[in-house]
């Protein structure tokens, strides 16, 4: 069981991470707290996980049979991955760093199914464009509710404050249902863990990334791609979270940070183009490009060496 440690430190990055992608917009902007958001995030990660996690479990499985110490080093090469990306404070993708890991280990013992590659790399592809399309809609559809039925600053508030919250919880509630498989779908595959085991080994190690050290990357998401007023910050939300639940219906493991940065992007385009910070947009498009790379060769060089 020992071989599962490199799971949880994977799960401990991935929370530390990704949770800034559900209450970051909501944080920065003031609306709610750091401390509200960090206990919300961590109860519906694990809530997510219980409901709808083993969705996306085979979708890694048939990418790669992986045995214990093969699924070992690509949890801990996609671990250190995401651990160095977010002491830049950059919001990256999991999904990315453990399919990167896994490519490098199957590059080493030959087992890796490429051909089951190119579903997974569209869902890449598709996740942020879908959070700047569900953004735009939802931007225009609630502002019309808006100026139909909230008509006062008072309700106005409560509705954006309260729907926050909802979209906060529905956020992390997807990023459990999502990406719990990232962190323990492997072991899964390799039959080192039952899918429970990897559904609660999963969400506690994001809980736990959640709770003690993801602040840094959720003011990068929340104040440092477009500035972001209460409403905008609702539809970012739950633009997001309503992307990422679509793919978990589908099966497959996404980014929630795409999702979110696409619905940040799609709120700043329709703000104006030049509201968006185009150097923090590269940086984070940088990252996400270097992270399956990355975690490819990570994984490669730490197998070869250890094989």
Same mark, same amino acid.
């Given at each position: 069981?020992w071989?599962?440690i490199?799971?949880?430190?994977?799960?401990?990055?991935?929370g530390?991470?990704?949770s800034?992608?559900?209450?970051?917009?909501a944080?920065?902007?003031?609306? $709610? !707290? &750091?401390r509200t958001?960090?206990l919300l +995030?961590s109860?519906f990660? %694990?809530?997510?996980? *219980?409901?709808? #996690?083993?969705?996306?479990f085979?979708t890694?499985?048939e990418?790669s049979?992986?045995?214990?110490k093969?699924a070992?080093?690509?949890?801990?090469?996609?671990?250190?991955?995401?651990?160095? $990306? !977010? &002491?830049?404070?950059?919001?990256?993708? +999991?999904?990315?760093?453990? %399919?990167g890991?896994i *490519?490098?280990? #199957?590059m080493v013992s030959?087992?890796?199914d490429f051909?089951?590659?190119?579903?997974?790399v569209?869902?890449?592809v598709?996740t942020?464009?879908?959070?700047?399309?569900?953004?735009?809609i939802?931007?225009?559809f609630?502002?019309?509710?808006?100026?139909r039925?909230i008509t006062?600053p008072?309700?106005?508030s409560?509705?954006i404050?309260?729907?926050?919250?909802?979209a906060?919880?529905?956020?992390?509630y997807?990023?459990?249902?999502?990406?719990?498989?990232?962190?323990?779908?492997?072991?899964v595959g390799?039959g080192?863990?039952t899918?429970?085991?990897?559904?609660l080994f999963?969400?506690l190690?994001?809980?736990?990334?959640t709770l003690t050290?993801?602040?840094?990357?959720?003011?990068?998401?929340?104040?440092?791609?477009t500035p972001l007023d209460e409403?905008?910050?609702?539809i970012?939300?739950?633009?997001?979270?309503?992307t990422?639940e679509?793919?978990t219906?589908?099966?497959v493991p996404?980014?929630?940070s795409?999702?979110?940065v696409?619905?940040?992007v799609g709120?700043?385009?329709?703000?104006?183009a030049k509201?968006?910070?185009?150097?923090?947009l590269i940086?984070?498009?940088?990252?996400?490009?270097?992270?399956?790379?990355s975690?490819g060769?990570?994984?490669y060089?730490l197998?070869?060496?250890f094989?």
């Open positions: 069981m071989k599962i490199s799971g949880i430190f994977l799960g401990w990055t991935l530390s991470n990704d800034a992608n559900v209450f970051g917009t944080v920065a902007t003031k609306i $709610v !707290t &750091y958001a960090i +995030t109860a990660v %694990i809530l997510g996980a *219980l409901m709808e #996690g083993e969705k996306c085979a890694l499985r990418l049979n992986l045995t214990p093969d070992f080093w690509a949890a801990l090469s996609a671990g250190i991955t995401m651990f160095v $990306v !977010t &002491y830049l404070s950059l919001p990256s993708s +999991t999904s990315q760093a453990i %399919i890991a *490519l490098g280990v #199957g030959g087992i890796t051909s089951r590659l190119y579903k997974i569209a869902c890449w598709l942020p464009i879908g959070g700047i399309i569900i953004s735009f939802l931007y225009h609630i502002g019309l509710f808006f100026e039925y006062s008072q309700k106005r409560f509705f404050f309260w729907g926050l919250i909802f906060g919880c529905f956020g992390a997807a990023l459990g249902s999502n990406n719990v498989a990232n962190v323990t779908g492997i072991y390799s080192l863990l899918p429970f085991e990897g559904i999963g969400s190690s994001i809980a736990s990334g050290y993801s602040r840094k990357v959720m003011m990068t998401v929340g104040r440092g791609i409403y905008a910050a609702l970012a939300v739950l633009s997001g979270a309503i990422v679509i793919f219906q589908v099966g996404v980014s929630s795409q999702a979110i696409g619905g940040v709120v700043g385009l329709i703000k104006g509201t968006i910070n185009t150097r923090t940086e984070i498009g940088i990252g996400w490009i270097s992270t399956p790379i975690a060769i990570i994984s060089v197998l070869s060496l094989l």
